[in-house]
């Protein structure tokens, strides 16, 4: 019971945890694994509805120009056939703030694949079908579609986030790089990346008399809600959305898309009959986002012994002309080594493409895979081990902000992460180690991720005559495990046993959550739960005289301001190690092992963590070896777009993946104490993996992703 034995207040003003938790910090399984194993988790498509329709679109052929004329009567004349939509006649829309959201506005064109029109029919078989009826004339223009670092068009990006600016500098970078003894002037790119969750990109739109109803496949119900109640002009009681099991996301699904307002505005001009909308993969490459692909410039600068006098790091990203979405690609560079003089720098051009997105871990991702490779560049350029000289580069404090930090351990990341994987046994020397026709290497990069955190949450606790616990809160799970995270933090902030908490999220009759993103989730929802458990503990004690009423009690609370954000740098960090064996006559790189240490505060799940850090290791694999959007510089369509060609890891490709965590005490991020562990996992890997194929061959690849050819045309 709230109040109970066992329950003190720790060092943080206005936070009450128990003294030792009994569900923090202990590996559980999780709560909806046998619902998922069994089927029985139903999905955002896979809700039962009565009578259902089904959509199919129809995307554009061209990738910028209008549309001159529309011929509908052959999809309208198919049996079976409900409605066709194109712009000539598809609902307006009310408010739209994003481009993305004009779906069937105008006759413009803006990237090839974008939706012009819809068929809504009585089967997916006729609704396809009759999609591929509907013809369309263009007045096609030139496009864009050249990313070049020297345009002379780029633009510096809106600021993402405040904490965050896009362009910063400190010092005199270019003197002092003209000074240093050592420097490195060198260019990295990535390519285009995309996201594949398991679970596609899916809408059930249902209008009646009451209202709208939508199941949605969403990292955000409540963001999703918003942006409807906008787009159509409803009110607040008018809409619902459901999304309580999500397969996966990657950022994906942070934000409503296209298809989102198209499934809607087509179950609003046939009332009463729910409307399904699944992405199929191939139109995924197009309508989600993806990574955009990166120029970056690093210089870097050192004395004669080897500690960086200045960094430079610019990168330039792709965007369309309908909504402004910027990889942050030099964002951790202002916060990872020590120099006094700095400068980051981004550049953005404008094309005929779609528009970028969320990926995961957006930024540090392709940022990490320039700045690390730089450092073990650098690290050889100056005759010192690469981890020796990132801890010779280690700041005592924020190198851009001056802040403290909350708790940075980067250096015991590195040095547990050497004497677990071996370090020692290293040969200094590139292409020196053979084992039976294959060159061996080992590298190492280290991780980092921001500890963010997005307002607007709020949590309900209803407790029962019963003693039973039901928390409300309109939080996502997109396979990370939070419908087992979020009740372990119920049951210690109200220091009962874990079985007696009943957890509800994904639905907007909840209290209002954040979307689940930027690692995230745990930090907002769990605050708030702690927050409302805080609540209920008063309110008992206070009102009740510590005695539950017949009826039980509810409570109510919002996430609260953390005091100390603006007087610490909050940081998660980690350091990832990579084996690499790439045959000597083939090229073919294999990679064995991969083993990572992360300092990512407290953990409140170590099963469930250790699954995102292994899976975002694995993802940075992926990238290092495989994934590259290949784009069709004449037409502008991604060449590779389903997974038979788009490559990415498998079974064959993954070895041994070992992730660690060490014991961190960090007061300061949140009640928990958490950082989160959904980004920081895929942060670095790919670094390590190039910097251990130079290692093993003595060939440098700047260029992602490393493919056995550049590795036999050097």
């Known amino acids: 019971m709230p109040g109970g034995p066992g329950a003190v207040d720790d060092e943080r003003e206005g936070t009450r945890m128990t003294v030792a938790p009994r569900a923090i910090g202990r590996p559980m399984d999780r709560i909806d694994g046998p619902d998922k194993v069994q089927g029985l988790a139903r999905y955002a498509f896979e809700h039962p509805v009565d009578a259902p329709l089904y959509l199919y679109p129809v995307q554009s052929t061209i990738a910028t120009g209008r549309i001159s004329a529309v011929d509908t009567v052959a999809a309208c004349a198919e049996p079976g056939v409900a409605t066709v939509l194109t712009h000539d006649n598809a609902p307006r829309l009310v408010k739209v703030d994003s481009g993305e959201h004009a779906v069937l506005q105008s006759d413009r064109v803006a990237f090839r694949g974008q939706f012009i029109g819809v068929v809504v029919a009585e ?123 999500v397969g996966g996301g990657f950022g994906s699904k942070v934000r409503p898309r296209a298809d989102l307002v198209l499934a809607v505005m087509a179950a609003r001009t046939v009332p009463g009959r729910p409307v399904k909308f699944a992405l199929t993969r191939q139109q995924m490459f197009a309508q989600i986002g993806y990574r955009s692909p990166t120029i970056q410039r690093i210089r870097l600068g050192a004395d004669d012994q080897g500690r960086l006098v200045a960094i430079a790091h610019r990168s330039v990203e792709q965007t369309s002309r309908i909504t402004e979405f910027a990889e942050h690609a030099t964002r951790m560079t202002q916060s990872m080594y020590a120099a006094p003089h700095r400068r980051s720098t981004q550049g953005l051009a404008t094309l005929d493409v779609p528009t970028p997105s969320i990926m995961r871990a957006p930024g540090e991702t392709p940022g990490m895979w320039a700045l690390e490779s730089a450092m073990d560049e650098m690290a050889i350029a100056c005759g010192l081990d690469p981890i020796e000289f990132r801890i010779r580069n280690e700041p005592s404090v924020h190198p851009t902000t001056g802040l403290p930090y909350s708790s940075r351990n980067l250096v015991a990341c590195l040095r547990e992460g050497a004497r677990r994987f071996g370090w020692d046994r290293r040969d200094p020397t590139p292409g020196g180690h053979r084992e039976g026709g294959w060159l061996v290497g080992l590298g190492v990069a280290a991780s980092t991720y921001g500890v963010l955190s997005l307002p607007g949450s709020s949590a309900r606790i209803r407790l029962g005559s019963d003693g039973r616990y039901a928390v409300e809160i309109a939080a996502a799970d997109i396979g990370t495990g939070a419908w087992t995270a979020l009740t372990q933090i119920a049951a210690d902030a109200l220091d009962v046993e874990f079985e007696r908490i009943d957890l509800a999220i994904g639905d907007t009759r909840l209290p209002t959550a954040s979307s689940a993103g930027g690692s995230t989730g745990i930090t907002c929802w769990g605050s708030t739960i702690v927050a409302a458990a805080e609540e209920l503990r008063r309110v008992l004690a206070e009102e009740h005289g510590g005695a539950v009423p017949a009826e039980g009690l509810t409570v109510e609370a919002a996430m609260p301001e953390n005091p100390h954000i603006g007087k610490f740098a909050m940081d998660s960090f ?40 292994i899976g975002g290791m694995t993802m940075g694999l992926s990238m290092a070896l495989h994934e590259h959007g290949v784009l069709d510089r004449r037409f502008g369509h991604v060449v590779n777009q389903d997974l038979a060609q788009y490559h990415i890891a498998s079974n064959a490709d993954v070895g041994s993946v070992e992730a660690y965590c060490l014991e961190e005490h960090d007061p300061y991020v949140n009640p928990m104490g958490s950082k989160g562990m959904g980004e920081i996992g895929i942060v670095g890997t790919a670094a390590a993996v190039g910097n251990a194929v130079y290692q093993a061959t003595g060939v440098r690849i700047r260029h992602l992703p490393i493919t056995l050819d550049k590795l036999l045309a050097r």
């Open 123 to 245: 089967t997916p078989e006729t609704a396809r079908y009759a999609a591929g009826l509907v013809r369309f004339t263009y007045a096609a223009e030139e496009p864009d579609f050249d990313l070049r670092a020297d345009r002379s068009d780029l633009s510096v990006p809106a600021a993402v986030l405040p904490q965050f600016p896009m362009n910063t500098e400190q010092g005199d970078v270019d003197a002092a790089l003209g000074s240093a003894a050592v420097t490195l002037d060198a260019t990295y790119t990535t390519p285009m990346l995309h996201h594949n969750p398991m679970e596609p990109h899916s809408t059930i739109a249902h209008w009646t008399d009451e209202g709208l109803t939508l199941y949605v496949s969403s990292q955000g119900v409540n963001r999703v809600k918003e942006a409807v109640l906008d787009l159509f002009g409803l009110d607040a009681d008018q809409v619902r959305v459901v999304s309580r099991h």
């Open 574 to 613: 980690g350091a990832q190690f990579a084996e690499v064996r790439v045959h000597e006559e083939t090229g073919e790189v294999r990679v064995p092992r991969l083993l990572g240490v992360f300092a990512v505060g407290r953990v409140i799940n170590p099963k469930t963590g250790r699954s995102q850090l």
